[in-house]
């Protein structure tokens, strides 16, 4: 581990901004200010800590906590680590741009940029820490502001119920991992997530089975993996545009880590394989699943949000596919997947924004009203249907390669079919949005206006980064494949 | 052996050049017709310099996915001829959009994708990995969905766009599939290492198997075989210039060349050939029929396309590959003459209606000229390409003894000759139409390329001594034919009296018919042929069938969790109710509660121990 202060410092900053935004009650703009320095600083210190991490495998920093339990609050970012950092940091600083214009300062409120940074803040420290404790401590941490988010802000008929749901749900997957931990602590006396690889060799192997299922499972509802899906359809469609970005194409992040970090670094190989089949299937009915619901709503948010159950269907049959491969396409799709979707939800909130419009069958013909928005509408629909030369392309490909070197071929052709069907929902969004004859049921269709300039910005910068994955992804690769070499599992 | 950067050249400038469209489009909108064709100019001089050296191709090699994989372009025989095929037509076709598009909105976005589209295309088939094969693959299917769907206020324009992309991507899982079943069992995407590897029999016999039927699957998603030809003739809502593109020049050739690329590989697949065989000899003769019902003339050459790459498929199936890519060759130069003539006619009259058409040879004479020459190319009338190709087809099936497959693509020459002719009747001869009283003739920049290409149709053939000698060094032939060896063949085979005996039958039923005005009414099996043998609509019903289904098994389980979830919200919180109840305050209740907890405890202890 090289020793370094930005690991202490991405976690820190936010949550101090945080603490400082919610403070200014009064003063709405400077904590939109604030919020907009903190992200886009937090950005620049993940991406410039790529480097050291890439040089020296890992970077991170050790602190005494709670002494007397023997617990340090010590932070490591290894490349795994790092790419899910750099994801979560990039994409919140987009869209905290975007926030800027979608909602006034008025609107928001300090609170609002305060539960945002705090939200990052429990995001980043998650990713970060090394102790068990700590990592739950800080992964419960990340359910407050998000659920407070929903509460205060969402738009539904109902935002409390809505909250309650997200926070309940989300919580009995949170519980199952409080189990396994606190099982781990008690039987191996080890709590450092880097070193318990050795200690659980030597525990029977039906107790690891048990774990493995026990994380499994705490990290799938986080994922939104069918049938643990309940609470994420109401959660992203009714929560504000920005913040639906934050937990469909930032949060979700956090599961994928979770899942992978705590799968393939603790058990050993056979764990894994034996839930192989079954995370397979689970996989396969959420691609589907979220696929034909994302086809049967015409309410624009819930499409998206559907699509995501859909989109972590493809990412967990990348890990269960338990091949190089397919890990390496999953934990690509965390930056694909969290950039279209993220671009998705803009788009969307850029029509709705303009229009008032809701849903897909109010409106019609908005691409001469709108083109910006609508390419790039287009350009996050074509990257989920995994269309070159978009990012998400580079890493669904992948994702299928492991499907197939895994010996289940034909569930790898059932997964493959299932992007025909994820083409169909995204296109067909597109095609009744932004083609055919101009209409607005919900206002003057001549009063329909371009996206105000931040919020094309964002978007802008994310078409970009998809479109620059898309093209040259060797870079990405080699980041990791250098995660995947702390595995050494397959 | 050239130098190998110029192969990232006849990619790169076409790329880079529509990317500096969007540019172009920005500052000086007028400029846009002429920097595009001159970009397309460049990138077929690229093609053409490379076919030079497509005998001995060196190979363009950069890093492209970490250790998966590298992105690298080696054109050879076979690749090099259809990249200059798409690089030619392609400029053609800007020359001609100069006139055609101008008042068309949107532009900017018309060049930037017509020239993605050459790029695309040129990058898939001048590279020898299969992952940027589809890459480039997708690339092209994105193009032709933006371009088809070009007008998108019109929904129908919108739609064909989106019926194009899925019905490709529904093929693509084939291709996909065949793709990483050989990544997966060879450790490479390079397609001579893996035609090596399955010769040193690396690839177990049922995954060979799975990867040959996937790429027939996605060949016939994107040269429109049967059964997933219906997006093409949907796709003439599109521009004819973009017809032009996707018909001729690009896309649908992308198919052909994949099951041509990959002939080596999967020739010892049982069943393989025999597949390929009949998907083309199907797909010919049923396209054939369509085409001879179809009103619009678009629709007309659209079906005649999908026939045409039936045969080209055909051609493969029935081991003749130079034949079939010859014929690639051909059909792509008279096919972009032949749209390009309909464009310039539908420019004018207003309507794609060949029955509102009628006697336009007298004020367009230059267009009908060309439009004979092209159906008489598609006809198979000697001395014109078609009629070489086509005839190396039969000779092709007559040598393999594929007799069955032959009769097929025998009477789909017929038929072709019949609809051939019969379009430039109706449209060019006979008593001037109304909505023809007003047309004049083209612009010479339109005029230029069609007069080109008719020249081609006519010489094209010529080449063929060069062309097999490539094919033939780059180890996909036999041995080369010279010209007079072609002339010499083709008159002694036994493959010259079908031709003629289709023309002359086809030509029989023409002329016997012309006098004819008003045909009788059209009986049943006619009107099923014009509406593409219910194809569309099967597909609708199973797909509305499907979705029904799925809707039925989602709003079921809905319920069920949904009443599920219920049950245990009413279990928890009465269960906290009935909690609440013991917590009252009462202090004998709670002490009640307290002493028979320390009681039970006690006697698990005790129970324990003994």
């Not at chain 2, 299969?130 to 994105?142: C, D, K, P, R």
Request: some cysteine; aromatic content about 12%.
């Amino acid at each position: 581990m090289k020793y370094s202060l930005i690991p202490l410092l991405i976690f820190v900053i936010p949550l101090l901004a945080s603490l400082v935004c919610m403070a200014l009650k009064k003063r709405p703009r400077w904590s939109q200010e604030i919020a907009l320095v903190t992200c886009l600083a937090t950005a620049a210190l993940s991406l410039a800590l790529v480097p050291e991490v890439l040089r020296h495998g890992s970077a991170g920093i050790d602190l005494a906590w709670i002494k007397s339990f023997g617990f340090n609050f010590s932070l490591l970012v290894d490349a795994l680590g790092s790419f899910t950092i750099v994801t979560i940091t990039v994409l919140m600083a987009i869209d905290i741009i975007y926030a800027r214009q979608y909602m006034t300062p008025e609107e928001a409120g300090s609170s609002f940029y305060g539960w945002t940074l705090m939200f990052m803040a429990a995001m980043v420290g998650a990713v970060a820490a090394t102790q068990l404790i700590q990592f739950y401590f800080l992964w419960e941490l990340m359910l407050i502001p998000s659920t407070a988010l929903i509460v205060y802000w969402g738009s539904g008929k109902r935002p409390q119920a809505t909250g309650f749901k997200y926070f309940v749900i989300t919580h009995i997957g949170a519980a199952l991992i409080l189990i396994a931990i606190l099982w781990i602590i008690t039987v191996t006396g080890e709590s450092n997530i880097y070193a318990l690889a050795g200690a659980l060799a030597h525990l029977p192997a039906s107790t690891l089975t048990v774990l493995a299922v026990l994380f499994t499972i705490g990290f799938a509802v986080k994922m939104a993996i069918f049938p643990a899906h309940v609470w994420l359809p109401d959660a992203h469609s009714e929560a504000p545009l920005p913040v639906s970005v934050m937990l469909s194409a930032i949060m979700m992040n956090m599961g994928i880590y979770g899942l992978i970090r705590f799968l393939f670094t603790l058990f050993p190989a056979g764990v894994a394989n034996s839930l192989g089949l079954a995370l397979m299937i689970f996989a396969l009915i959420s691609q589907w699943y979220g696929g034909l619901q994302a086809l049967n709503h015409t309410e624009m948010k819930r499409v998206a949000a559907y699509s995501t159950i859909s989109q972590m269907g493809y990412v967990l049959f990348g890990i269960a596919s338990l091949s190089m491969l397919g890990l390496k396409g999953s934990i690509f799709h965390m930056l694909n997947h969290g950039t279209a979707k993220a671009l998705l939800f803009m788009s969307i909130g850029s029509v709705i924004h303009s229009t008032g419009a809701t849903h897909l069958d109010k409106v019609g013909g908005l691409a001469k009203k709108m083109p910006w928005t609508a390419l790039c509408c287009s350009v996050a629909a074509l990257a989920l249907a995994g269309a070159p030369p978009l990012g998400a392309f580079q890493s669904e490909w992948i994702i299928f390669a492991g499907g197939f070197s895994s010996p289940y071929t034909v569930l790898a052709i059932i997964a493959v079919c299932a992007s025909v069907l994820t083409a169909f929902y995204v296109l067909r969004l597109v095609m009744r949005v932004f083609f055919g004859h101009e209409r607005n049921e919900c206002g003057d269709i001549n009063e329909v206006h371009e996206a105000p300039p931040a919020m094309l910005a964002s978007m802008f910068a994310l078409s970009l980064l998809s479109l620059a994955v898309g093209i040259y992804p060797d870079f990405f690769h080699r980041w990791i494949e250098v995660a995947l070499q702390t595995f050494g599992l397959f | 052996m050239m130098n190998s950067s110029i192969y990232m050249a006849q990619i790169a400038v076409p790329i880079g050049g529509a990317a500096l469209t969007l540019l172009v489009g920005a500052i000086k909108p007028r400029l846009r017709p002429a920097f595009a064709f001159l970009v397309g100019a460049a990138t077929a001089c690229l093609t053409i310099i490379t076919l030079a050296g497509a005998g001995s191709p060196g190979r363009f090699v950069i890093p492209w996915q970490g250790v998966l994989n590298e992105f690298s372009l080696s054109p050879d025989g076979l690749s090099a001829y259809i990249a200059a095929a798409a690089g030619v037509l392609g400029c053609l076709i800007l020359l001609y959009s100069a006139r055609y598009m101008e008042h068309e909105e949107g532009l900017t976005r018309y060049y930037a994708l017509v020239l993605l589209f050459i790029g695309a295309m040129i990058g898939l088939v001048t590279t020898d990995n299969l992952l940027v094969m589809y890459f480039f693959w997708e690339t092209v299917g994105l193009c032709s969905y933006s371009l088809i769907g070009f007008n998108y206020d019109n929904p129908d324009a919108a739609k064909a766009g989106l019926k194009a992309f899925i019905t490709t991507k529904i093929g693509d899982v084939g291709l996909l599939t065949g793709i990483m079943t050989l990544y997966v069992s060879t450790g490479t995407f390079n397609i001579f290492e893996i035609i090596d590897a399955a010769a040193g029999g690396a690839i177990p016999a049922p995954a060979l198997s799975l990867a040959g039927f996937g790429f027939l699957m996605g060949a016939a998603g994107k040269s429109a075989q049967v059964p997933l030809h219906v997006w093409l003739p949907d796709a003439m809502e599109a521009p004819t210039s973009v017809s032009a593109l996707i018909h001729a020049a690009t896309m649908v050739n992308a198919g052909v060349y994949a099951i041509a690329r990959t002939y080596p590989l999967f020739s010892e697949v049982a069943g393989w050939t025999t597949a390929v065989t009949w998907v083309g000899a199907i797909t010919a003769l049923l396209a054939a029929c369509m085409a001879l019902y179809a009103r619009d003339l678009k629709r007309m050459l659209a079906y005649s396309t999908v026939s045409q790459l039936g045969y080209m498929m055909f051609g493969i199936g029935v081991g003749g590959l130079l034949a079939s890519q010859f014929h690639l060759l051909s059909h792509a130069i008279f096919k972009a003459l032949l749209f390009l003539c309909a464009g310039a006619v539908i420019h004018e009259v207003h309507t794609r209606n060949m029955d509102e058409m009628g006697g336009l040879g007298r004020k367009m004479p230059v267009i009908r000229t060309c439009y004979l020459i092209g159906v008489l190319a598609l006809a198979g009338v000697p001395i014109f390409n078609g009629f070489w190709s086509k005839d190396m087809l039969f000779a092709s099936a007559l040598h393999s003894g594929n007799i069955v497959p032959l009769v097929f693509a025998v009477a789909t020459a017929v038929l072709t000759v019949i609809y051939s002719l019969r379009s430039y009747f109706r449209v060019f001869t006979g008593e001037l139409s109304a909505a023809g009283e007003k047309a004049h003739q083209s612009p010479p920049s339109m005029l230029l390329p069609l007069v080109l290409l008719a020249v081609g149709a006519v010489t094209s053939w010529l080449i063929i001594g060069i062309y097999s000698a490539t094919l033939h060094q780059t180890g996909l032939i036999g041995e080369a034919i010279s010209v007079g060896h072609l002339i010499h063949e083709t008159v002694q085979s036994t493959a010259l009296l079908l031709s003629l005996l289709a023309l002359f039958l086809g030509g029989a039923v023409v002329f016997s018919t012309r006098k004819a005005k008003t045909a009788a009414a059209p009986s049943g099996l006619a009107l099923w042929a014009g509406k593409g043998f219910g194809f569309d609509q099967f597909y609708l019903a199973l797909l509305n069938g499907a979705y029904q289904v799925a809707g039925a098994v989602i709003s079921t389980y809905d319920s069920i969790s949904n009443w599920v979830g219920k049950a245990a919200i009413f279990l928890t919180v009465g269960f906290g109710k009935t909690l609440r109840n013991q917590n009252i305050g009462d202090l004998n209740k709670n002490l009640l509660w307290l002493v028979s907890g320390i009681v039970i405890i006690i006697a698990i202890v005790c129970v324990k121990r003994g």
